[in-house]
Nanobody, 117 residues
Framework: QVQLVESGGGLVQAGGSLRLSCAAS?????????MGWFRQAPGKEREFVAT????????YYADTVKGRFTISRDNAKDTVYLQMNSLKPEDTAVYYC?????????WGKGTLVTVSS
């Protein structure tokens, strides 16, 4: 079983920055694993934000965050980060950490990011 624990959410003004962290435990990452972030705004579906492959470090972003958010990982700590810059009110959401290992999806409990205008 994999446990994912997010941290770093909070309240920030528009134009500001936040860094989210997600620490994984319980299972060793394999060559085809990936970790990423999704978000869910009030009254909306959960949507993809960014992902990074564990072995090669390839990254993929939603168009809505490209150029503003950066995903990275620390293999030694089994931790993934999401650096969020130039935040907008529409970025307000609960951000969920996701890990895919051997085709199985794991989710964290989420951390709330609120961007005030």
């Amino acid at each position: 079983q994999v446990q994912l624990v997010e941290s770093g959410g909070g309240l920030v003004q528009a134009g500001g920055s936040l860094r989210l962290s997600c620490a994984a435990s319980g299972r060793t990452f394999s060559w085809n694993s990936s970790m990423g972030w999704f978000r869910q705004a009030p009254g909306k579906e959960r949507e993809f934000v960014a992902t990074i492959t564990w072995h090669s470090g390839s990254t993929y972003y939603a168009d809505t965050v490209k150029g503003r958010f950066t995903i990275s990982r620390d293999n030694a700590k089994d931790t993934v980060y999401l650096q969020m810059n130039s935040l907008k009110p529409e970025d307000t959401a609960v951000y969920y950490c996701n890990a895919v290992m051997s085709g199985i999806n794991y989710w964290g409990k989420g951390t709330l990011v609120t961007v005030s205008s």
